[in-house]
Protein backbone atom coordinates (compact mmCIF):
# COMPACT_ATOMS: atom_id res chain seq x y z
CA UNK A 1 0.00 0.00 0.00
CA UNK A 2 1.37 3.24 -0.65
CA UNK A 3 1.60 5.87 1.32
CA UNK A 4 -0.74 7.92 -0.36
CA UNK A 5 -3.38 5.39 -0.18
CA UNK A 6 -2.89 4.74 3.62
CA UNK A 7 -3.31 8.69 4.41
CA UNK A 8 -6.11 8.85 1.78
CA UNK A 9 -8.09 5.54 3.84
CA UNK A 10 -7.40 7.41 7.32
CA UNK A 11 -8.74 10.86 6.01
CA UNK A 12 -11.92 9.18 5.09
CA UNK A 13 -12.29 7.03 8.23
CA UNK A 14 -11.46 9.96 10.69
CA UNK A 15 -12.09 12.93 8.48
CA UNK A 16 -9.23 14.98 7.07
CA UNK A 17 -8.65 17.37 10.11
CA UNK A 18 -8.73 14.26 12.57
CA UNK A 19 -6.32 11.97 10.85
CA UNK A 20 -3.18 13.87 11.32
CA UNK A 21 -3.92 14.09 14.99
CA UNK A 22 -5.02 11.12 15.88
CA UNK A 23 -1.90 9.38 13.95
CA UNK A 24 0.70 11.84 15.68
CA UNK A 25 -1.20 11.43 19.45
CA UNK A 26 -2.14 7.94 19.43
CA UNK A 27 -0.29 5.47 21.27
CA UNK A 28 -1.03 2.05 19.95
CA UNK A 29 0.01 -1.27 21.72
CA UNK A 30 0.05 -3.10 18.92
CA UNK A 31 2.14 -0.99 17.06
CA UNK A 32 4.94 -1.68 19.74
CA UNK A 33 3.92 1.25 21.50
CA UNK A 34 4.23 3.55 19.07
CA UNK A 35 1.65 5.85 17.03
CA UNK A 36 1.04 6.11 13.40
CA UNK A 37 3.82 8.05 12.54
CA UNK A 38 5.98 6.82 14.36
CA UNK A 39 5.54 3.40 13.33
CA UNK A 40 5.91 4.42 9.78
CA UNK A 41 9.00 6.30 10.78
CA UNK A 42 10.19 3.31 12.36
CA UNK A 43 9.67 1.30 8.81
CA UNK A 44 6.65 -0.17 9.21
CA UNK A 45 4.67 -1.13 6.27
CA UNK A 46 1.83 0.85 5.67
CA UNK A 47 -0.44 -2.05 4.82
CA UNK A 48 0.60 -3.35 8.49
CA UNK A 49 -0.02 0.06 9.64
CA UNK A 50 -3.60 0.17 8.30
CA UNK A 51 -3.92 -2.99 9.36
CA UNK A 52 -4.05 -2.39 13.37
CA UNK A 53 -6.06 0.80 13.27
CA UNK A 54 -8.74 -1.06 11.72
CA UNK A 55 -8.50 -3.44 14.04
CA UNK A 56 -7.75 -1.14 17.28
CA UNK A 57 -10.62 1.84 16.04
CA UNK A 58 -12.98 -1.24 14.68
CA UNK A 59 -12.96 0.07 10.76
CA UNK A 60 -15.82 -1.38 9.01
CA UNK A 61 -14.95 -4.01 6.61
CA UNK A 62 -15.73 -1.98 3.48
CA UNK A 63 -13.52 0.62 4.07
CA UNK A 64 -10.14 -2.02 5.03
Request: glycine share 10%; with cysteine; aromatic share 10%.
Amino acid sequence: MRLTVFWQRMADHFGSGYADTFARDHVMTELGGLTVHGALDAGWAAKDVWSVVCTVMNVPGEKR
